[in-house]
């Protein structure tokens, strides 16, 4: 298959240089494997996608939302521009039937991992900034991404995942939750991690992120959705939110990709 070929139609810009699609998709595996292959792995360009994607969104949501302030704002962002989040928008561009894989990764299910899928995303942004510039990448981006950004989403909602999780946790059983790291694989500058959310000796959710704290968020979203679920994340009382005065400051100030 012609993986930057299929790529750019899915896109459906008039990409000049293929090369960068191509190289967006090569994950660190296959490098790792094949040493002696040109052009090397994608996280050159995850990198900078990362910034491309933020700066979109942020202008994006400023744009949208002039009435609300940085707090809510970066609660937005922080929602939109989650692993679990870019996972899914990369699922329906089907990323993971383009990115390039070693044989170890392929045969442990990496194809489908919400961190690799969001990272091949990201550097698919990144080479269609560096080819086709930032103003037809924010066109093409924002369009992309209208569903999410025009989403009216409660603004209890928007508080931070963990912020929530905690309060949720002195609810149901007046203690909060703590998170537990379970690997962090890969070399220093693209480490994986992977994250255990808990209560007592529940496990409520895991997370993987490129950071820890990128990791803990999405174990808080995956922990939250579980107890919804279940019927277990009722209305928090006065007392839990008191319990946790304060952490959504200091939730706000950590949120990823900020």
């Known amino acids: 298959m012609d993986q930057a070929g299929e790529l750019a139609a899915r896109l459906g810009l008039p990409v000049k240089d293929r090369a960068l699609l191509e190289g967006a998709l090569i994950h660190g595996s296959f490098t790792n494997e094949h040493p002696d292959e040109p052009g090397g792995s994608n996280e050159r360009l995850e990198f900078l996608g990362d910034s491309v994607v933020s700066l979109v969104i942020s202008e994006a949501l400023f744009e949208r939302h002039p009435g609300e302030d940085e707090g809510v704002l970066t609660a937005r962002r922080a929602a939109l521009v989650s692993t679990r989040a870019l996972a899914r928008v990369a699922q329906r561009l089907r990323l993971d039937e383009l990115v390039v894989l070693g044989q170890g990764a392929e045969r442990t299910g990496e194809r489908r991992r919400a961190s690799v899928l969001a990272a091949v995303f990201e550097a698919v942004v990144a080479a ?114 008191r319990a946790v005065a304060g952490a959504d400051d200091r939730e706000r100030v950590e949120e990823p990709r900020s």
Do not use: C, F
């Open 128 to 241: 269609v900034y560096l080819d086709q510039g930032y103003a037809a990448t924010r066109a093409w981006l924002v369009a992309l991404l209208a569903g999410e950004l025009n989403l009216e989403i409660p603004l209890a909602s928007l508080k931070s995942p963990k912020s929530r999780l905690q309060e949720l946790s002195y609810v149901r059983w007046g203690a909060p939750p703590s998170y537990r790291l379970v690997s962090a694989v890969g070399p220093d500058h693209a480490k994986q991690y992977v994250v255990d959310v808990a209560v007592g000796a529940r496990v409520l959710g895991r997370g993987e992120g490129s950071n820890r704290r990128d990791a803990e968020t999405e174990a808080a979203m995956v922990a939250i959705a579980v107890l919804e679920e279940a019927g277990e994340a009722g209305r928090e009382p006065a007392e839990a939110q």
